[in-house]
């Protein structure tokens, strides 16, 4: 077993990001594999060296260390845009000029709605003169998979079945920097991660990135989708709800040891003032036990 953890290293990690690292590194370690992390750091102008460190010592420091070196995709341009060619190669790519507005506009359109925020297919058949008169107009193209109404079954390790179609997803944007969906399937192919756990919110994207494994020739990991963590209000876990991160939790008083309890007892694996190491929650984690409920964060929880 190979798994992997992959944040963007855009800032520090939160406990939901560390709440799914944790699942991840636990499945790994229970089953004696390895654990590797990857920084999805294209994003260039917000991802830095310093968040970088910041985050691997948050990892450290509940007990997350990371088997070989850290893979950087800032550093992995050039795979991207060969698995581009060869998707151009099929016939599967084509430019579109579509800006974010119109194509916010097109799939509100009474006849346009798109489920999950699908492309509506707006640039699927513009022709020679129409791509001539974008660029003349100083448009850059980005690059988007085209698509044949496929859709794929996942049999995802918490979440259960999954089914789900695949829109005209972007393979590089409009400034030349390869997509997530693209960066992530060569990476985790090349990289061979056999186990792929990750946030739940990204559960709609696996069957784009099932399509692109398929028509690449790559194999297909096996996906757990971890439930987020919701904030007091019952919002989706952000920085701007206060302590979330480890540093702000020092400051209040409580110490990596006693977050890392608070993480497994979330996971139903300890109590939530245990004193345990990670190590001692590998001993026979099951991930088919992990909630399929958000962990709602109450104030009384830290």
Not at 47 to 59: F, G, I, M, N, V
Not at 213 to 242: E, F, I, N, T
Request: proline letters at 6%; a neutral charge.
């Amino acid at each position: 077993m190979r798994g992997r953890f992959a944040p963007s290293p855009t800032g520090a990690l939160h406990l939901g990001n560390l709440r799914t690292a944790l699942v991840s590194w636990l499945q790994a370690r229970a089953a004696d594999g390895e654990w590797l992390v990857r920084m999805e750091d294209l994003d260039l102008a917000t991802a830095s060296a310093a968040h970088e460190a910041d985050q691997l010592a948050s990892l450290a420091a509940l007990g997350m260390h990371h088997d070989g070196p850290v893979v950087r995709q800032s550093e992995r341009f050039p795979l991207y845009r060969d698995a581009i060619a060869t998707l151009q190669q099929q016939g599967r790519v084509y430019e579109c000029f579509c800006t974010r507005r119109e194509i916010r506009e097109a799939a509100q359109a009474p006849h346009g709605v798109q489920p999950d925020g699908a492309y509506p297919g707006t640039c699927r058949a513009l022709t020679t003169a129409q791509r001539a008169t974008h660029a003349a107009a100083g448009r850059r193209p980005a690059l988007r998979l085209r698509t044949d109404g496929e859709r794929f079954m996942v049999a995802d390790l918490i979440a259960g079945p999954y089914e789900g179609g695949v829109d005209d997803v972007v393979l590089q944007r409009n400034d030349g920097v390869p997509a997530y969906n693209l960066a992530v399937v060569v990476d985790d192919a090349l990289q061979g991660v056999s186990h792929v756990v990750r946030g739940d919110d990204l559960l709609s994207s696996t069957p784009r990135q099932r399509l692109l494994q398929q028509l690449l020739g790559l194999p297909a990991p096996v996906y757990a989708h971890v439930p987020l963590v919701l904030a007091p209000d019952g919002s989706r876990l952000a920085k701007r709800h206060g302590a979330v991160t480890l540093a702000q939790l020092a400051e209040r008083g409580l110490a990596a040891t006693e977050v890392l309890a608070r993480l497994g007892a979330s996971l139903g694996l300890c109590a939530p003032t245990d004193r345990v190491t990670a190590a001692e929650l590998a001993a026979g984690f099951d991930i088919g036990t992990v909630p399929r409920e958000p962990w709602w964060l109450r104030d009384t929880d830290l």
